[in-house]
């Protein structure tokens, strides 16, 4: 679910997909799948084993693959057999394959881990209308993501430069490039949120049963969210200096969503894949210390990841700071990605004109 994170995010993204005219459209074309969902769902119940969770989730993948596809062309304004002439098939594939299956996937089992966890609708016990859900639910996500993916395209195509595109691809960039400085953040989300996981289980003894646990850990991974993306929004800044507050309220807000909400995402997925695909009753203590590490440690990573971004876009809207020019690494990808000619030592380093390119700093 990174590529929802930069949309919301990153601001180029951000005010690109939200724009008034994109969101109107986004509205219209959003109601569509959910309908059709519904319909199939009612007309195929009888005659596929939707009550069984890995035929759910599979009829739900390929569903939401479908979604995506459209809602792309829907995005892109262009047919879709235009799209597969002229787009890369590793794009087709990353738009079928993981904005469609897997996310819807994901989506669905979002779904029945809530219905199960906090309203005590279990799918297992209760198939219709959690199947149902699972199904409307995600494909409607898909339709919204996959439609303002779309928009991003055709705005590249029409000339405007991205300082990032939510495929994965600048992540990955980052793993490769500046590993050493997110290590550290992913490796104190791990041990944060398995520690916590394991703790909570052993002493806890509130009333709220498997509730409670949830929430402590989703708590420690969305301060350590917050943490990294403060940290790799301000790279340049003393250590303590990265987390000052500078708006108690919009802090309180990034804190809530995105951190605490997507927490609470990879860790309800997480628990939707042992509880309706491995079909675990009584998770042993060792799943749940994977489950909370893995939550606190992907929510710390993806934080960094997401404050380099905002770092990068600060930086190409205006002058670049003498404490900049001195970071080789930083000025090395500003001169991949188009935003600076650097000359020969001691000449100056010019600052391109016009809107940042998709790729930024890794």
């Avoid at 108690?248 to 951190?259: I, Q, S």
């Amino acid at each position: 679910m990174l590529h929802r994170l930069a949309l919301r995010v990153i601001p180029q993204l951000n005010a690109t997909v939200t724009e008034p005219d994109v969101r109107r459209r986004k509205r219209w074309v959003m109601l569509a799948p959910g309908f059709v969902a519904f319909v199939l769902y009612r007309l195929l119940k009888d005659v596929l084993p939707l009550s069984d969770p890995l035929a759910l989730l599979a009829f739900s993948g390929v569903l939401s693959t479908l979604t995506a596809y459209w809602a792309y062309a829907m995005g892109r304004v262009e047919t879709l057999t235009r799209i597969c002439r002229t787009d890369n098939p590793s794009r087709l594939f990353w738009i079928g394959g993981w904005i469609g299956f897997v996310y819807g996937v994901q989506l669905a089992l979002l779904v029945l881990a809530i219905l199960a966890l906090f309203v005590d609708y279990n799918f297992l016990v209760h198939p219709e209308g959690p199947a149902m859900m699972a199904l409307i639910i995600p494909c409607t996500s898909v339709t919204r993501d996959a439609f303002e993916i779309g928009h991003v395209v055709r705005m590249e195509a029409q000339g405007a430069r991205m300082v990032a595109f939510p495929d994965g691809g600048s992540f990955r960039e980052l793993l490769q490039r500046d590993f050493l400085h997110l290590a550290p953040w992913v490796g104190a989300g791990i041990v944060a949120g398995g520690a916590t996981a394991v703790l909570s289980r052993l002493g806890w003894a509130g009333n709220g049963g498997e509730v409670g646990p949830v929430i402590l850990v989703c708590i420690v991974a969305a301060f350590c969210a917050h943490g990294a993306f403060l940290s790799g929004k301000r790279p340049l800044d003393n250590f303590p200096d990265r987390f000052k507050i500078e708006s108690w309220w919009e802090t309180c807000r990034f804190w809530f969503w995105p951190c605490l909400t997507f927490a609470f995402t990879y860790y309800l997925v997480q628990f939707g894949l042992v509880a309706f695909v491995l079909r675990v009753e009584d998770a042993a203590l060792f799943v749940h210390l994977v489950v909370g590490g893995v939550t606190t440690g992907m929510m710390a990573g993806y934080g960094y990841f997401l404050g380099t971004r905002v770092f990068v876009e600060t930086q190409t809207q205006g002058e670049i700071s003498e404490g900049l020019k001195r970071c080789p690494f930083v000025m090395e990808i500003l001169a991949k990605t188009g935003w600076v000619t650097s000359g020969r030592k001691g000449e100056p380093v010019e600052i391109s004109q016009g809107e940042p390119s998709r790729e930024m700093l890794s």
